[in-house]
């Protein structure tokens, strides 16, 4: 079973976007700018096309790369932008959590939706709950980078209910663009989290993605927790490849990476790492045009190659550790692979630890 544990979906239509119009100009500026001088290209001449371009609302598109890349299924995770940059979408949560739920009941066992979206909305844990229970999503994301850090107590009643409920919790962990505030990202804040949450399962997005010491904070937390799953994307292959390919990645720098999966498989074992890419599918991207025209396939490739890849640096790696990675870790998260040799019969089982910590103070 290969299922890739970080998949994106834009579900808006022309008069009902999933993206707030400044998060597209944001695109539309990179996608003119980034590739530096001379600026001929206008970014205005994108901004029509940035969602017709990112968004599968059937699910086509998705499917079709799953199919292409000989994968069995993918975590679907939201996008929601608006507070964050000033400006809200028409699109809002609650439909954005129906659509993905329709998706995961037109694919049942192909396509695992996660709820998710800002917190500071007000009605944001009722859509919250009512994704779980009544449309039946599979867990919960968390972007700090939006503007606050996941140890924020404003998220804690959705790590009480996830924790009640068995199901996982996933917080990025990255660098992120102009949108949003990479600062609220760095994984150190989420050791409050599984201090108060200790029977949690929380999957590491990215884990520290490009910063290298976000990387030993990721190991540090995981090894102090039983419930942490690390989740590497970009470290093997930027999702922004042009714009990201000066960072350490399995391209150019291949032993390093591979050191870092050996040193993350000593921490936590095979068992708590999960395969994803952070792709998002579209009319312009999927399939074999993903990874610059080498397709989904070759990211699944490389991890199959990972035993004779790693020898070349006197590393082992097994085809069953692969298998873990590849898709019946996460399987076992989502409820769809049973394997009771990793039951835990034993919990924690306490209580939110009281008093929090002091706030900072002046004076």
Not at 210 to 221: H, K, R, T, V, Y
Request: charged fraction near 25%.
């Amino acid at each position: 079973m290969i299922i890739d544990s970080h998949m994106h979906v834009l579900l808006g239509r022309e008069g009902n976007e999933n993206l707030p119009e400044r998060y597209r100009r944001i695109l539309s500026m990179l996608w003119a700018y980034s590739g530096g001088p001379p600026y001929d290209r206008d970014p205005d001449s994108f901004m029509a096309r940035v969602e017709e371009r990112m968004s599968d609302p059937d699910g086509r598109y998705t499917i079709s790369t799953l199919d292409q890349g000989g994968l069995d299924g993918a975590v679907l995770i939201p996008s929601d932008y608006g507070l964050a940059v000033g400006q809200d979408q028409p699109m809002s949560l609650d439909q954005i959590h129906r659509g993905i739920a329709d998706l995961q009941g037109l694919h049942p066992n192909r396509l695992f939706g996660f709820a998710g979206g800002d917190a500071r909305r007000p009605n944001a844990l009722v859509d919250f709950e009512r994704a779980i229970k009544d449309y039946g999503l599979k867990g919960y994301k968390v972007m700090p980078h939006l503007g606050y850090y996941p140890s924020d107590r404003m998220l804690y009643p959705y790590y009480e209910r996830c924790q009640e409920w068995g199901i996982p919790v996933a917080i990025c962990t990255n660098m992120e663009w102009t949108t949003c505030r990479t600062r609220f990202n760095e994984p150190l804040h989420i050791g409050d989290v599984l201090v108060d949450f200790p029977d949690l399962n929380v999957i590491i997005f990215h884990v520290g993605f490009p910063i290298p010491s976000w990387f030993e904070q990721c190991l540090m937390l995981s090894v102090a927790s039983l419930n942490v799953y690390l989740q590497f994307d970009a470290w093997i292959y930027p999702s922004f490849a042009p714009l990201q390919r000066g960072f350490i990645n399995a391209i150019n720098n291949e032993e390093t990476v591979i050191s870092m999966l050996d040193r993350a498989r000593q921490v936590v074992g095979a068992h708590r790492i999960v395969f994803g890419t952070d792709n998002n599918c579209g009319p312009s991207m999927h399939g074999e045009k993903l990874y610059e025209g080498k397709g989904m396939g070759w990211i699944v490739d490389w991890w199959r190659a990972l035993p004779e890849r790693a020898a070349k640096y006197g590393v082992t790696f097994t085809d069953k550790e692969v298998e873990l990675i590849l898709g019946k870790n996460i399987g076992r998260l989502l409820g769809v692979v049973d394997m009771p040799e990793y039951e835990r019969k034993h919990k924690y089982g306490f209580p939110v630890r009281t008093p929090g910590p002091r706030p900072m103070t002046s004076g």
